[in-house]
């Protein structure tokens, strides 16, 4: 047997049931339930006869069973909170740049203020499912927090949140690791890094301690040393708490840390579908001309594949590009040693703040092995569309690409 995942919501599914008078165990529609209310959101308001009515939509109900509730029947401030708090953002938006007077006494709304709040209403329960699945999906223990104080964009329709690379047919992104360290003290003796031909990444502290271009080693799942490794910092995953907002500036979506950052610590890694550079090349014009841009090179040894965050990624698929930014790319290998495919990591440069938002260089300057012909960071292309930059930066190049 195989099962295709339900599109629809509990609540709406609750909604065809209570509509169809049906039970539903599964989804918590009982008989002892098939008639309970609980207010989902509040819709409009109305003063008669000197008392205040809200119209409520209620939880697992259809939108046609709503109906106008006196405001000491109500027991859900903060939903009251919230629907003041919009109405007022609608008023003091004003028309042609003068702001508009909010009256607090309305005996009712106009029809534009409540559908803004509707919408307003519907948005905060969408964004608040999407953290919800960001964070059941993650690997790490840290937070992702959603926030949209800017407009009425909800969720993004066609994105998959994963953890690690998602490989293209044809492609493995898991081979090349047959032994590991056998080591008792990774920094003192011979660990993966000196195999390799390289020194170990991190210092005592577990920060960054080698230049941008060279590439970290970490100890695999063939080393004998446990999960307190010192060098064993980006397999564990990103260890803040981060926030995806949204911009006021025109940059969609963006990611800012909620905790405090020290100079030259691990954040996150870029993940996202692993293609081949000719499949990259015809996605790339595509994405052009939306003005996006997912395609990540991995190019540090050759260009043969690239990785596209597009639909399939992670928290960095929202982190936006900055011609000054906070975070520097390195490349990793971890339990693949195939120079052709490594793992992409993103440092920070500098104390990022809590509330800062996090960003990195698209072109990725210094960040990868400037011998090779091929720097050319994100887009493999040459010749693409230019897609104008609005990081704001003082030394901004202009273009993303």
Not at 274 to 293: F, H, M, P, W
Not at 318 to 342: A, E
Not at 352 to 378: N, V
Request: aromatic content about 10%; hydrophobic content about 30%; proline content about 5%.
């Amino acid at each position: 047997a195989w099962y295709v995942p339900c599109l629809a919501s509990l609540e709406t599914l609750q909604e065809l049931c209570r509509k169809e008078n049906l039970t539903c165990k599964s989804i918590g529609i009982t008989n002892r339930s098939l008639k309970s209310y609980e207010v989902e959101y509040l819709c409009d308001y109305k003063v008669e006869e000197g008392k205040a009515y809200y119209l409520v939509k209620w939880k697992g109900w259809p939108e046609s069973s709503n109906t106008w509730e006196p405001r000491k029947h109500l027991n859900c401030p903060l939903l009251i909170q919230n629907f003041l708090r919009d109405k007022n953002e609608y008023l003091s938006r004003g028309r042609e740049g003068k702001a508009m007077k909010v009256r607090n006494h309305v005996k009712t709304l106009k029809p534009a203020i409540a559908d803004y709040i509707v919408k307003k209403a519907k948005q905060r329960i969408a964004l608040q499912r999407w953290k919800e699945e960001l964070n059941r999906k993650k690997n790490h223990k840290a937070m992702i927090l959603v926030e949209n104080t800017v407009d009425l964009e909800g969720p993004p329709i066609d994105f998959y949140y994963i953890n690690e690379y998602k490989p293209a047919p044809g492609i493995n992104v898991l081979n090349g690791i047959t032994t590991g360290c056998e080591c008792a003290d990774c920094p003192a003796e011979k660990c993966c890094p000196k195999e390799a031909g390289f020194i170990l990444a991190y210092n005592k502290r577990k920060k960054l301690k080698i230049q941008p271009g060279l590439p970290i080693y970490e100890c695999n799942s063939y080393c004998r040393c446990g999960p307190d490794c010192p060098n064993r910092i980006v397999q564990k995953g990103t260890p803040y708490s981060l926030c995806i907002f949204r911009t006021n500036n025109g940059r969609g979506w963006g990611v800012k840390t909620l905790q405090r950052i020290k100079t030259n610590s691990f954040v996150m890694e870029y993940v996202g579908e692993v293609i081949t550079s000719e499949e990259a090349e015809k996605r790339g014009q595509l994405y052009d001309n939306q003005g996006n841009t997912y395609l990540f090179d991995l190019d540090y040894d050759s260009d043969e594949f690239t990785v596209d965050a597009a639909r399939y990624g992670n928290v960095s698929h929202f982190v936006n590009h900055s011609c000054d930014p906070n975070l520097q790319v390195f490349n990793v290998f971890i339990d693949n040693l195939d120079l052709r495919l490594p793992r992409i990591a993103l440092f920070s440069t500098r104390t990022i703040k809590a509330g800062e938002e996090l960003t990195f260089d698209y072109q990725m300057k210094g960040s990868i092995d400037l011998t090779s012909d091929s720097a050319e960071g994100l887009s493999p292309s040459k010749k693409r569309i230019r897609t104008v930059c609005k990081c704001g930066a003082v030394c901004c190049r202009g273009y993303l690409n």
